[in-house]
């Protein structure tokens, strides 16, 4: 690619790039001032400029945020991981994690024609709840195929698992300690159980340090399931898509975050670019969702209905449940 050609591209997506990033700026501003969820002000602000996906300025840009710097965030996200998060948390602990999650998606896809809807809308909404929230369901999506749906499958996955995690990050510490859990089994629970990282952490530190430690660690695992979660996604539905336009047996961005996570697991990379690679994906994720939310039309989300919703609250209730359980067995 000349660099003429290099420049006339970053001349069409620059408008539309620029407007998403200023709306994970200003989603970010709430989420700091206000306590908002940074990812729901982001999705919400994005709808409310859904125009911009339109415009003819705009619509190169928005969609090129919504696509490749989506798989770029992900990407990243190989960095916060590593072999030794394993160790740390023993393999009793690991498997029951690699199980509430095989467990959460399975239900999803068993429950989907009970409420209505296909297998790919089971998967987004089963794999998000299982894995990382909004971060899952907009890495998920990148590898399902695309219709007139899709747009507002992803917008309505990632409002929803944003609302429900911020109630369980009230309700859950509140409810591991009516249950009796130790220190331990509260982290499990909690970084086994919320869907977002920022509530996991929010809910684990406001128990204890220890709590926090925990939870936190539990999580990370949990986002490392994300690679083998999204590889098997896109084998399931390769075959359904056309022959020349089928994607590739191992996207790009997966084997980024695999590579990514094993050059960490060597422990030779730097705490400060750990740290930025994090605050870079945290942001490249950020400005996808807004993008996505600028793709999206209102009017067409409220056809989502509520017996998503519904699907949705159940995945959620069966993941908890599932968890508090098995970390009560796993400590004997």
């Known amino acids: 690619m000349t660099t003429q050609t290099l420049r006339d591209r970053f001349q069409t997506i620059f408008p539309g790039l620029a407007v998403t990033a200023l709306v994970a700026v200003t989603a970010a501003f709430l989420s700091e001032h206000y306590g908002a969820p940074a990812m729901l002000m982001a999705i919400l602000l994005g709808i409310a400029l859904h125009f911009l996906s339109e415009e003819g300025r705009t619509a190169p840009g928005v969609d090129f945020a919504a696509k490749v710097v989506l798989r ?98 009230i309700l859950y510490p509140m409810l591991a300690a009516w249950l009796g859990f130790d220190a331990t089994v509260t982290g499990v629970f909690l970084g086994g159980t919320i869907h977002d990282v920022a509530q996991v952490v929010g809910a684990g530190y406001s128990v204890s340090d220890e709590v926090g430690d925990v939870a936190t660690l539990v999580k990370l695992i949990r986002v490392s399931l994300l690679a083998p979660v999204v590889l098997l996604a896109a084998l399931a539905f390769r075959r359904s898509a056309e022959t020349g336009s089928r994607p590739p047996l191992l996207p790009g961005f997966v084997l980024a975050f695999l590579v990514l996570a094993g050059v960490n697991s060597t422990g030779v990379v730097p705490d400060t670019v750990n740290a930025l690679a994090s605050d870079l994906s945290r942001w490249a994720l950020l400005t996808a969702i807004a993008a996505v939310g600028m793709k999206t039309s209102l009017p067409k989300l409220m056809q989502v209905g509520r017996a998503a919703m519904l699907m949705l609250c159940l995945e959620t209730v069966f ?10 067995f796993v400590l004997g």
């Open 72 to 169: 770029f965030g992900v990407a990243l996200l190989g960095l916060r991981i590593s072999a030794g998060l394993v160790a740390d948390l023993g393999f009793g602990f690991v498997g029951l994690i690699v199980l509430a999650t095989a467990a959460t998606i399975g239900v999803a896809l068993l429950a989907a024609p009970l409420f209505g809807r296909r297998q790919r809308f089971a998967l987004l909404t089963g794999g998000s709840v299982a894995i990382c929230g909004a971060s899952a369901a907009m890495a998920i999506a990148a590898v399902l195929p695309r219709d007139e749906r899709s747009e507002q499958d992803i917008v309505f996955t990632v409002v929803g698992v944003t609302v429900l995690s911020t109630f369980a990050m």
């Open 319 to 328: 993941l908890a449940g599932f968890v508090a359980l098995g970390a009560i």
